[in-house]
């Protein structure tokens, strides 16, 4: 319930400010009641309950009566903003300082609240325009002066010698264009008025046979899979600048390209199973001619052999869900991110990838959430649990539990500061390990301590918010600690939570996928275009290349990742005819 106090003041828009929360059970409004039917006169706390009652009623009437209000908005302006910051839940910053040993919440949090407040941060220098460094994908044109050469004599003082700066003058030129422009050859023809023979000027020899140029696909893919735009909006929009391009043939544009890619990609699963480290996660997603069916193995049967034998494998028959597992993989220094869209898990798709691992290789470090249904099965792995989730159940309950839910909160900023020091300081695993193990262990052993005081003195309620989350703390610590054990295990998973981040953009916008294939083509290209954007590659150059070279890298793609494909063009001269890789 809401707490309406502000009596009818109004903010600077003429509204009147969003509501405070108020804890209150049905037993209260119960009992409430029934001292109104009984025609009881009713205590102050009660009037105010009532009041809040009747307040938050109006309230949110106000709000439902906005046309153009959303769900996510209501949320917002009911409940403030989703970050989770240690600022933005506490209300303060934090300067990184560990918890007092053996400290109190309520302790900790008055002796906080004392303290005086920090000056605020300068702001970053800089005048926030990029460089012409940074302009890295522009084309590089050479302009040498019109009149002067390097050695010729100086015009102004007749004495001096010319000579060639390092560093040229630099003038960005941007211009806007179609995302797919078009260009229409006008040629000439010439026809004899006697014998009627016509004589049509020859083609530029730069221009090829096709309409559709390799690089219309890597466009339409790139902006498709890797921004979320629809094939309908991408429609509309060449639409309106006068080169059509209708949807169904961008969709036939990607699928025919999708063949001559899917060497690179199976050879990124391939190197992604070497990796060290693996994040997993999955997202809930759509595709239509699943829809409203359930797995069931007398389907399986009527697809082919092979097909049938790996929908069968690990399938609950009343399985209904669509999911999109993200799978992050950390492999001799670049990351690699693959996404699988189906009826199977994130830890399914995990055994996938893992089965191509070399069986010289130990098990990797998983990073992965509590869910039991990350777990790649039978294939061993290091476990490690999130951090920022076990986090975010005490965020979330930090209007009840204060108190505790500030020191706890500030306990975690600790280990993160730590984190943050030692990636600016560029430490080897090895020495991050003894570095969390000097900085970091101390806190989470008080830390640890705290937590079972809670439960064990009967200190909160198990069945509460904040015991709840006292239990999962408690229950994974061997997991959510492995970073104080092992070398290179990191603190939560946000590495993964952001790859799949492309899946909810692209769920968003196009809404589903509407076939099996549809879904295995995005996901190919979603794995490419982010791999790209995580190894600082070009994505759509890449895509290009792959095309224009796809019997070279069908014939060797270990030499055509995006992190070393442009060494390899550089050795390669022979550029055979573009052939459908199958």
Same mark, same amino acid.
């Given at each position: 319930?809401?707490?309406?106090?502000?009596?009818?003041?109004?903010?600077?828009?003429?509204?009147?400010?969003?509501?405070?929360?108020?804890?209150?059970?049905?037993?209260?409004?119960?009992?409430?009641?029934?001292?109104?039917?009984?025609?009881?006169?009713?205590?102050?706390?009660?009037?105010?309950?009532?009041?809040?009652?009747?307040?938050?009623?109006?309230?949110?009437?106000?709000?439902?009566?906005?046309?153009?209000?959303?769900?996510?908005?209501?949320?917002?302006?009911?409940?403030?903003?989703?970050?989770?910051?240690?600022?933005?839940?506490?209300?303060?910053?934090?300067?990184?300082?560990?918890?007092?040993?053996?400290?109190?919440?309520?302790?900790?949090?008055?002796?906080?609240?004392?303290?005086?407040?920090?000056?605020?941060?300068?702001?970053?220098?800089?005048?926030?325009?990029?460089?012409?460094?940074?302009?890295?994908?522009?084309?590089?044109?050479?302009?040498?002066?019109?009149?002067?050469?390097?050695?010729?004599?100086?015009?102004?003082?007749?004495?001096?010698?010319?000579?060639?700066?390092?560093?040229?003058?630099?003038?960005?030129?941007?211009?806007?264009?179609?995302?797919?422009?078009?260009?229409?050859?006008?040629?000439?023809?010439?026809?004899?008025?006697?014998?009627?023979?016509?004589?049509?000027?020859?083609?530029?020899?730069?221009?090829?046979?096709?309409?559709?140029?390799?690089?219309?696909?890597?466009?339409?893919?790139?902006?498709?899979?890797?921004?979320?735009?629809?094939?309908?909006?991408?429609?509309?929009?060449?639409?309106?600048?006068?080169?059509?391009?209708?949807? %169904?043939?961008?969709?036939? !544009?990607? =699928?025919?390209?999708?063949?001559?890619? *899917?060497? #690179?990609? /199976?050879? &990124?699963?391939?190197?992604?199973?070497?990796?060290?480290?693996?994040?997993?996660?999955?997202?809930?997603?759509?595709?239509?001619?699943?829809?409203?069916?359930?797995?069931?193995?007398?389907?399986?049967?009527?697809?082919?052999?092979?097909?049938?034998?790996?929908?069968?494998?690990?399938?609950?028959?009343?399985?209904?869900?669509?999911?999109?597992?993200?799978?992050?993989? %950390?492999?001799?220094?670049? !990351?690699? =991110?693959?996404?699988?869209?189906?009826? *199977?898990? #994130?830890? /399914?798709? &995990?055994?996938?990838?893992?089965?191509?691992?070399?069986?010289?290789?130990?098990?990797?470090?998983?990073?992965?959430?509590?869910?039991?249904?990350?777990?790649?099965?039978?294939?061993?792995?290091?476990?490690?649990?999130?951090?920022?989730?076990?986090?975010?159940?005490?965020?979330?309950?930090?209007?009840?539990?204060?108190?505790?839910?500030?020191?706890?909160?500030?306990?975690?900023?600790?280990?993160?500061?730590?984190?943050?020091?030692?990636?600016?300081?560029?430490?080897?695993? /090895?020495?991050?390990?003894?570095?969390?193990?000097?900085?970091?262990?101390?806190?989470?052993?008080?830390?640890?301590?705290?937590?079972?005081?809670?439960?064990?003195?009967?200190?909160?309620?198990?069945?509460?918010?904040?015991?709840?989350?006292?239990?999962?703390?408690?229950?994974?610590?061997?997991?959510?600690?492995?970073?104080?054990?092992?070398?290179?295990?990191?603190?939560?998973?946000?590495?993964?939570?952001?790859?799949?981040?492309?899946?909810?953009?692209?769920?968003?916008?196009?809404?589903?996928?509407?076939?099996?294939?549809?879904?295995?083509?995005?996901?190919?290209?979603?794995?490419?275009?982010?791999?790209?954007?995580?190894?600082?590659?070009?994505?759509?150059?890449?895509?290009?290349?792959?095309?224009?070279?796809?019997?070279?890298?069908?014939?060797?793609?270990?030499?055509?990742?995006?992190?070393?494909?442009?060494?390899?063009?550089?050795?390669?001269?022979?550029?055979?005819?573009?052939?459908?890789?199958?």
């Amino acid at each position: 319930m809401f707490d309406h106090g502000w009596a009818g003041t109004m903010n600077r828009k003429g509204k009147p400010p969003p509501p405070k929360i108020m804890e209150v059970d049905r037993k209260q409004l119960d009992e409430l009641l029934e001292h109104a039917e009984a025609g009881q006169a009713l205590s102050k706390e009660e009037c105010q309950l009532l009041r809040a009652a009747f307040g938050s009623l109006s309230y949110l009437q106000n709000l439902l009566s906005q046309k153009n209000i959303s769900i996510a908005r209501l949320r917002k302006l009911l409940f403030g903003a989703s970050t989770e910051t240690t600022k933005s839940v506490l209300g303060e910053e934090v300067d990184g300082a560990s918890p007092p040993a053996g400290a109190e919440a309520g302790e900790e949090a008055r002796s906080s609240s004392d303290a005086p407040e920090a000056a605020p941060k300068p702001p970053p220098p800089g005048h926030g325009r990029h460089g012409a460094e940074a302009y890295w994908g522009a084309e590089r044109i050479q302009v040498p002066h019109a009149s002067l050469h390097p050695g010729d004599d100086c015009p102004e003082c007749q004495q001096g010698t010319l000579y060639q700066m390092a560093r040229p003058a630099t003038l960005i030129r941007i211009v806007g264009q179609a995302p797919v422009p078009a260009k229409v050859y006008e040629l000439q023809r010439l026809r004899c008025n006697l014998c009627g023979k016509v004589f049509t000027a020859q083609v530029p020899q730069d221009v090829g046979a096709d309409k559709y140029d390799i690089t219309v696909a890597s466009m339409i893919g790139l902006l498709k899979y890797g921004t979320g735009m629809p094939f309908n909006r991408q429609e509309g929009l060449q639409e309106s600048l006068g080169v059509p391009l209708p949807a %169904s043939t961008q969709w036939k !544009l990607v =699928a025919d390209a999708a063949p001559r890619l *899917r060497p #690179a990609f /199976e050879e &990124l699963i391939r190197q992604g199973a070497q990796g060290d480290l693996m994040y997993n996660d999955d997202t809930t997603n759509r595709i239509l001619e699943r829809m409203g069916k359930r797995f069931d193995k007398a389907e399986a049967k009527n697809s082919s052999a092979a097909e049938s034998k790996k929908e069968d494998e690990g399938k609950d028959p009343q399985r209904r869900g669509i999911f999109t597992s993200g799978i992050v993989c %950390s492999c001799a220094g670049h !990351l690699i =991110a693959l996404f699988f869209t189906g009826w *199977r898990h #994130a830890g /399914e798709n &995990l055994r996938d990838v893992l089965v191509r691992r070399a069986s010289e290789r130990g098990p990797p470090i998983q990073m992965c959430d509590a869910l039991s249904r990350n777990l790649p099965g039978e294939l061993k792995t290091i476990l490690a649990h999130c951090l920022a989730h076990a986090r975010r159940k005490f965020a979330d309950v930090v209007q009840y539990f204060d108190q505790e839910v500030r020191y706890v909160l500030k306990a975690l900023a600790v280990i993160y500061k730590n984190d943050a020091k030692a990636r600016k300081q560029n430490l080897s695993p /090895e020495a991050r390990l003894q570095w969390h193990q000097a900085k970091s262990a101390p806190v989470m052993k008080e830390l640890h301590q705290w937590l079972t005081r809670q439960i064990d003195d009967r200190l909160v309620e198990p069945n509460s918010g904040l015991g709840q989350a006292i239990s999962y703390m408690l229950n994974h610590w061997s997991e959510l600690t492995l970073f104080l054990r092992q070398a290179g295990a990191p603190l939560d998973n946000n590495v993964c939570e952001r790859a799949l981040k492309k899946v909810i953009l692209h769920r968003k916008n196009a809404m589903f996928y509407l076939t099996d294939h549809g879904a295995q083509v995005g996901d190919m290209y979603m794995s490419l275009i982010y791999t790209c954007q995580l190894c600082g590659a070009n994505p759509f150059d890449y895509l290009t290349e792959l095309q224009r070279h796809a019997p070279q890298v069908a014939a060797q793609p270990q030499n055509w990742m995006p992190w070393n494909y442009r060494q390899t063009i550089d050795g390669v001269t022979d550029t055979a005819p573009l052939e459908t890789v199958h």
